[in-house]
């Protein structure tokens, strides 16, 4: 590739869409539900990923909870209070599934649901 072909690739538009943050919380859990769906699957023969998906997931509902405690958070208070309520029970949940007595299908179904609330809004700008 010559100079001029690099310079033509190096500014030419992006064929990506630019996401709306809802859009990028959709994929966020998207993706972490599937990480926790097949390690879940994996759970005897590999426990250590396991660990490690439901590790992330927490991560994800622990962001979650503090956007949503934020003052300058544009959410209507009572969508703020279930959402952090969710975090809350994602993270006893979990902790109660490293014991031995938790279920992960409920983790997987409240990112469901967090799925189904976020939609697919995706606009190209």
Known sequence: MNIVEQ???GYA???LPIKSPRGT???AVSRVSHKLRQAALRRD???????AALAENRRLWATFAV???QADNLLPDDLRARLFWLAEFTEAESRRILRGQ?????????NAAMMRGLGVQENVA
């Open 13 to 15: 538009g992006s064929s």
């Open 25 to 27: 919380e959709y994929e």
């Open 7 to 9: 310079a033509r690739k």
């Open 67 to 69: 956007s949503v405690a």
């Open 102 to 110: 938790g279920d992960i299908a409920a983790l997987i179904e409240v």
């Open 45 to 51: 023969k590999d426990y250590p990923a396991f660990v």
